[in-house]
T-cell receptor, first 117, second 112 residues
Framework: GAVVSQHPSRVICKSGTSVKIECRSL??????MFWYRQFPKQSLMLMAT?????????EQGVEKDKFLINHASLTLSTLTVTSAHPEDSSFYIC?????????????FGPGTRLTVL | KQEVTQIPAALSVPEGENLVLNCSFT??????LQWFRQDPGKGLTSLLL?????REQTSGRLNASLDKSSGRSTLYIAASQPGDSATYLC???????????FGTGTSLTVIP
């Protein structure tokens, strides 16, 4: 199947710093990527939809100025957590669709574990 | 908004047993449904994808069914093995290119 990578896989930072997470589709192009967040022992919750060449669409309750998304190319989307705080500590996962309709099978990255001290 | 629920939340079975995981959803206007497994601290591995026009999909020891009218999907695992221990998530898409709504997950433990 298609491969989606994320970098870094794990990051620990001090409160107040910014962290950038990359999501890449390695062998296919994705005009749309999705960013999810998963808190311990909870399911994945969609944060935002990243659209190549246009602004991201954020879910209700997700601060667009805090979670900056840039989808600069058809294979790369980045999520920047600005001025991170301990409550932002979570597992961040991106996904991209491959194969087009009617499949729209989503392939997920391995995730990024963010710990804010 | 689509609500996706999985029952049971946790399940423990002896090795070799057949088992069924359940997923229910509130909005029958789905595009497709996908089952994933997630190992602790890891990302998601896609297991099976069922398009809205299909009723089931099979891969090896796994069989997933879909009944849109009743808002249900099941994942059947035959002859369970300790390596099957993981959290299983179902997710539903409402359209091509749309995001997925995830269920609450079932944590499966297969005891050797």
């Amino acid at each position: 199947g298609a491969v989606v990578s994320q970098h870094p896989s794990r990051v620990i930072c001090k409160s107040g710093t910014s962290v950038k997470i990359e999501c890449r589709s390695l062998d296919f192009q994705a005009t749309t990527m999705f960013w999810y967040r998963q808190f311990p022992k909870q399911s994945l919750m969609l944060m935002a939809t990243s659209n190549e060449g246009s602004k991201a669409t954020y879910e209700q309750g997700v601060e667009k100025d805090k979670f900056l998304i840039n989808h600069a190319s058809l294979t790369l989307s980045t999520l920047t957590v600005t001025s991170a705080h301990p409550e932002d500590s979570s597992f961040y996962i991106c996904s991209a669709g491959a194969g087009g309709p009617p499949y729209n099978e989503q392939f997920f990255g391995p995730g990024t574990r963010l710990t804010v001290l | 908004k689509q609500e996706v629920t999985q029952i049971p939340a946790a399940l423990s079975v002896p090795e070799g047993e057949n088992l069924v995981l359940n997923c229910s959803f509130t909005d029958s206007a789905i595009y497709n449904l996908q089952w994933f497994r997630q190992d602790p601290g890891k990302g998601l591995t896609s297991l099976l994808l069922i398009q809205s026009s299909q009723r089931e999909q099979t891969s090896g020891r796994l069989n997933a069914s879909l009944d849109k009218s009743s808002g249900r999907s099941t994942l059947y695992i035959a002859a369970s093995q300790p390596g099957d221990s993981a959290t299983y998530l179902c997710a539903i898409s409402r359209g091509a290119g749309n995001q997925f709504y995830f269920g609450t997950g079932t944590s499966l433990t297969v005891i050797p």
